[in-house]
């Protein structure tokens, strides 16, 4: 079985030379991992967590013989987690191809992220505006998503077919961040202003000046 890193230049190098070990990065700690492993992914995902992470260099690695990594599944991605040292001769670099349809159903994904973000910065200011940790935890959130945001390939999501999933979404009784918000003329999305942190601020106008085509549409939905 082949599995795929990815990774920066500085660590592409390395690894090719060294190999990889088990360890906790900057992402895996933003995430808030607190054991050192490997982060792989199969052929389908490895290019959805290239763009997410913003890395161009991309490592082949084979696992035959190797004990079976952790696996965890997120909608259309996969992840493996692996905690012992594999040696650079498992190890080539690869360029992955860059599959369209599903960046833009990543992309989508990520729509339905911000949904659930604007759902819960509607509820922590109307339940629990004086709890910091929740307060903190939403502009983490939001900082990791103004990383993300702007790495995707938006140009090629389907906009009919990302309005569709709002309205299927609304139509099953799930939020998203254009339904209204309570009794007022806002939706949801226009809550995360209500926040007025400099992070949260740069979320709210990304949102706006990119996603306006989606912002308005008519889910039959309201939030209380």
């Avoid at 660590?11 to 190999?19: A, P, S, V």
């Avoid at 260099?57 to 035959?64: E, G, V």
């Avoid at 938006?154 to 709002?166: A, F, G, H, I, V």
Wanted: proline share 6%.
């Amino acid at each position: 079985m082949y599995l795929y890193h990815v990774t920066n230049k500085e660590n592409f190098h390395k690894i090719l030379q060294t190999g990889l070990q088990p360890s906790i990065g900057h992402n895996s700690s933003h995430a808030g991992e607190d054991k050192p492993m490997i982060y792989l992914a199969d052929a389908y995902s490895a290019p959805l967590w290239q763009t997410i992470l913003g890395y161009r260099y991309a490592l082949r690695i084979d696992m035959a013989g190797l004990p079976e990594p952790e696996k965890y599944e997120y909608d259309d991605m996969t992840e493996y987690m692996y905690s012992e040292p594999i040696p650079p001769e498992r190890i080539v670099p690869v360029r992955l191809a860059d599959r369209p349809r599903a960046q833009g159903q990543l992309c989508v994904g990520y729509i339905h992220t911000l949904s659930l973000f604007s759902l819960q910065t509607a509820i922590f200011l109307d339940r629990y505006a004086d709890n910091d940790k929740m307060r903190q935890d939403l502009i983490n959130w939001a900082s990791t998503l103004n990383e993300v945001l702007p790495r995707l390939h938006w140009s090629q999501m389907d906009p009919e077919y990302c309005r569709k999933k709002l309205i299927e979404e609304g139509e099953d009784g799930e939020y998203t961040l254009c339904d209204t918000w309570m009794y007022s003329k806002e939706r949801l999305w226009e809550q995360i202003r209500k926040l007025n942190t400099p992070t949260t601020d740069a979320l709210y106008e990304w949102i706006k000046d990119h996603l306006s085509s989606y912002l308005n549409v008519n889910t039959g939905g309201w939030c209380k």
